[in-house]
T-cell receptor
Framework: EPEVTQTPSHQVTQMGQEVILRCVPI?????FYWYRQILGQKVEFLVS????????KSEIFDDQFSVERPDGSNFTLKIRSTKLEDSAMYFC????????????FGPGTRLTVL | GQNIDQPTEMTATEGAIVQINCTYQ??????LFWYQQHAGEAPTFLSY????GLEEKGRFSSFLSRSKGYSYLLLKELQMKDSASYLC????????????FGAGTRLFVKA
């Protein structure tokens, strides 16, 4: 069964550093998403991406965040200058795009900012 | 805006039935999902409702009433491995099919 993959599984970085989280969505899917989950808290929507552009973003997704689909398979989330409060699990998800479709989540990247 | 409420924790006994309720408010309703999440792992899809009524899938059933903004997840024949968080989530179509999650209900299954 096809699945969403994410790398790395765990990233440790120093405050102020840039990080890039990588995702490979399922190949025939058209909508791509990033969510985050701070430890012990709920899953929060960050951004949706369709047709090579951002279709919607949340208040969390400020200027320090950016997303890119540099080729036909990868979907990346960049955090330019990490803060302590960026420490969280980051989940990538994708779906085909039909009304009845469900999102498929990747296994997540645990980001730890020191 | 969007708001999703579900109980924080529930405890049930192995072999029993448990119902986890969820109420929601959203402007662009496009379906209600239930996910299971074990600690440190990604959410995994359990069920999807877009029309009123009951959807059954093995030991899991989910119900939706759009007029009441209400859903429940029913788990039958509980097993120890069902101990997890259960996330009620609403898909909102205001441009990108984003999914808004509730805080989750932590279910403890005891022997």
């Amino acid at each position: 069964e096809p699945e969403v993959t994410q790398t790395p599984s765990h990233q440790v970085t120093q405050m102020g550093q840039e990080v890039i989280l990588r995702c490979v969505p399922i190949s025939n899917h058209l909508y791509f998403y990033w969510y985050r989950q701070i430890l012990g808290q709920k899953v929060e929507f960050l951004v949706s991406f369709y047709n090579n552009e951002i279709s919607e973003k949340s208040e969390i997704f400020d200027d320090q965040f950016s997303v890119e689909r540099p080729d036909g398979s990868n979907f990346t989330l960049k955090i330019r200058s990490t803060k302590l409060e960026d420490s969280a699990m980051y989940f990538c998800a994708s779906l085909v795009g039909s009304v009845s479709d469900t999102q498929y989540f990747g296994p997540g990247t645990r980001l730890t900012v020191l | 805006g969007q708001n999703i409420d579900q109980p924080t924790e529930m405890t049930a006994t192995e072999g029993a039935i448990v119902q986890i309720n969820c109420t929601y408010q959203t402007s662009g309703f496009n379906g209600l999902f239930w996910y299971q999440q074990h600690a440190g792992e990604a959410p995994t899809f359990l069920s999807y409702n877009v029309l009123d009524g009951l959807e059954e899938k093995g030991r899991f059933s989910s119900f939706l009433s759009r007029s009441k903004g209400y859903s429940y997840l029913l788990l039958k024949e509980l097993q120890m491995k069902d101990s997890a968080s259960y996330l009620c989530a609403v898909r909102d179509y205001t441009g990108g099919f984003k999914t808004i999650f509730g805080a989750g209900t932590r279910l403890f299954v005891k022997a």
